[in-house]
């Protein structure tokens, strides 16, 4: 299915739109890999910390925002990604609101990555330090 079969909302329903939904779920997991180097860079960090933060939480709730925070960066990566493509696909030429949605988009990113720092860091406060 090339981009233009995605201009048109498909009619699938039931058991088929799960299907499908996956299908293209898959397909933009695929094209993150293939496209965004800061994708791959913080999905190579989070697998890195995964036995890190099986080793830093204690507890359920620790183990949730340890590991949440780090899906919450992949999230926000994969719509400032989106954000980029349609930007760029509307025009590539200097614009102010163009560089100012990109300027937001990675600002999201940053402010996850934050946020991981602060849920990372009290959780080994709590650990090591309290």
């Known amino acids: 299915m090339t981009g233009a079969a995605h201009q048109r909302k498909p009619d699938h329903r039931g058991l088929a739109h799960v299907a499908m939904a996956m299908v293209y779920s898959g ?6 890999w293939r496209h965004e180097e800061a994708f791959r860079l913080e999905l190579l960090v989070a697998a890195l910390l995964v036995p890190v933060g ?3 939480g204690r507890t359920g709730v620790e183990y949730a925002l340890l590991f949440g925070a780090l899906v919450m960066v992949l999230l926000v990566e994969l719509v400032n990604s989106a ?9 590539t030429d200097d614009n102010p ?10 600002a999201a990113v940053f402010a996850s990555l934050v ?10 406060w709590g650990r090591f330090l309290a």
């Open 27 to 32: 397909r933009g997991l695929a094209a993150a």
């Open 54 to 56: 099986l080793w830093l």
């Open 83 to 91: 954000l980029e493509a349609v930007v760029d696909r509307i025009g």
């Open 97 to 106: 609101l163009s560089g100012r949605a990109k300027d937001l988009g990675s």
């Open 115 to 124: 946020l991981v720092a602060v849920i990372w860091g009290a959780v080994a």
